[in-house]
């Protein structure tokens, strides 16, 4: 019902930044939240920031905040994540997920755990080099 493609990402050097975005297409006012997500070899999918599309709410994982941004512009349909200060540890795909259920609030631990997305991009490769 919804396709989600990512953009933005490549190779930037530690301190640099980069902005994501996630195209949406298809029932898009269906989702009523959408999240970035992002996972490394070998590694657990993480969490990095979520947005409630109607409010503009958000949440985002203490491991970026301050230096991640996430925003949307609903009126293209899509959501990006600003992030600043770029780490080696930041290097994952990055993914972006909707959720098309409504929440009372918005809550972390609610929109941390993937399996609370109903859809899913292919990924963005985000490499940050010393």
């Known amino acids: 019902q919804v396709q989600l493609v990512e953009s933005g990402g490549g190779l930037v050097e530690a301190g640099g930044s980069l902005r994501l975005s996630c195209a949406a297409s298809?029932?898009?006012?269906?989702?009523?939240?959408m999240g970035w997500f992002r996972q490394a070899p070998g590694k657990e999918r993480e969490f990095v920031a979520a947005?409630?599309?109607?409010?503009?709410?958000?949440t985002s994982a203490e491991s970026v905040k301050g230096r991640f941004t996430i925003s949307r512009d609903n009126a293209k349909n899509t959501v990006y994540l600003q992030m600043n200060s770029l780490k080696i540890e930041d290097t994952a795909v990055y993914y972006c997920a909707a959720d098309v259920h409504y929440q009372q609030a918005v809550s972390t631990s609610y929109y941390s755990r993937p399996s609370n997305y109903d859809f899913w991009g292919q990924g963005t490769q985000v490499t940050v080099s010393s």
């Open positions: 947005i409630v599309k109607s409010t503009g709410a958000t």
């Open positions: 298809g029932r898009t006012r269906g989702s009523y939240a």
